[in-house]
């Protein structure tokens, strides 16, 4: 099974081009960028990487909050319009697995302990008819580049970064980006595979290899928007299994465009849609959710072992998915899609 570090592309070029060419490359990014905006001005099922996207995923619908965001990327372009950088890993809801940096536990601990915020919760509570608090805040993803212009932005070479979206090097900006790449260039755990990937069409395929197949792939999503969740009890109105034992993860990374990081993890897990109503009122949401069935190899500071007040190797450990952040898994029936 395929483990890479860093940047993964369809066709990776080569970076190394950019610190020699990159006021000229700019132009090119730009040209294509006005290339792209010219063949997308209908809705982003027209888009090559919506095409791509039901070529690969048979039965799995583009994410209403994705679909916007590769619209978002045609028609606002981050080479053009920059936005700003924020760093989401220290306060993102999607832990995955053990947190890669200490910065990451850190935000946990200092949060709510006592209601079970902010998306932690045990297997068991997968159930109709069960309650639990929940909290996403609102937050800002960069738009999802085209291919043919994500191929030729500057990645893993921080200055060339920096100077491509004018962003300045002592900026906090920066340090995000920094920290960013540092998260997508740290290995992995053992027994986990991950890769950070620049594109769309290079996310569905990174996780396919992953899971080891190039077909049979369900795709799903929680319906978040940036909006987020609001703080309240939610009641589970209906809970569904997704297929397989083996998910793939990508979350968003903070960055000038959009950047996946994806990986899997070296134990089982199970994963579900489960619709949520606010006690407090509001209309459902469905939320995609994945479980850990083994955390014996968790640090005991983890922040689902705080929040939840259990302990490594005790009883499954479910967190609900981020907005814009995907699951992948193989199909074995007929999983169910995302919306």
């Known amino acids: 099974m395929e483990q ?13 081009m950019y610190a020699r060419v990159m006021r000229p490359s700019v132009v090119l990014l730009l040209v294509l960028v006005a290339g792209c905006a010219a063949v997308g001005v209908h809705a982003a099922a027209g888009t090559p990487a ?3 996207w039901e070529a690969a995923l048979p039965g799995s619908p583009m994410p209403e909050a994705v679909a916007d965001l590769v619209q978002e990327g ?36 200092d949060g709510p302990t006592s209601t079970g915020l902010p998306g932690y919760f045990f297997q068991t509570q997968v159930r109709v008819g069960s309650t639990m608090t929940v909290f996403f805040p609102p ?42 790449l540092s998260e997508c260039q740290a290995q992995p755990d053992a027994g986990d595979v991950k890769s950070c990937t620049s594109s769309l ?25 940036g909006a987020g969740l609001p703080r309240q009890a939610y009641v589970v109105e209906a809970a ?14 903070s960055y000038p465009y959009a950047v996946y990081l994806c990986h899997m993890t070296g134990t089982p897990t199970k994963a579900y849609k489960m619709t949520l ?37 005790a ?14 898994g193989k199909k074995t029936s007929n999983a169910y899609a995302s919306e």
Do not use: Y
């Not at 592309?9 to 190394?16: A, C, E, H, Q, Y």
């Not at 499954?316 to 699951?327: E, I, K, Q, W, Y």
């Open 4 to 16: 890479s570090f860093g940047f993964s592309k369809i066709n990776p070029p080569n970076l190394s």
């Open 50 to 52: 919506a095409r791509f």
């Open 74 to 109: 045609i028609d606002h372009s981050p080479l053009v319009e920059h936005f700003p950088v924020r760093d989401n890993l220290e306060s993102d809801n999607n832990g995955w697995g053990k947190p890669p940096h200490a910065a990451r536990e850190r935000s946990w601990a």
């Open 139 to 180: 937050a800002a993803a960069p738009p999802i580049l085209p291919l043919e212009v994500a191929e030729k932005v500057p990645f893993s070479n921080l200055a060339d970064v920096l100077s491509t979206f004018d962003i300045a090097p002592g900026s906090a900006a920066a340090a995000t980006v920094r920290k960013s």
């Open 201 to 225: 069409e290079a996310t569905v395929q990174s996780a396919m290899r992953m899971l080891g197949t190039s077909h049979d792939v369900w795709a799903s999503a929680s319906a978040l928007t």
């Open 240 to 253: 569904a299994t997704l297929d397989g034992d083996r998910h793939v993860g990508c979350h968003a990374v």
């Open 277 to 313: 109503r606010g006690l407090r009122g509001g209309s459902t949401v469905d939320m995609t959710a994945i479980c850990h069935l083994d955390t014996s190899n968790w640090s005991p500071s983890h922040p689902a072992m705080k929040i939840l007040h259990t302990q490594p190797g």
């Open 315 to 328: 009883a499954p450990v479910c967190h609900f998915m981020a907005p814009v952040n995907l699951v992948f």
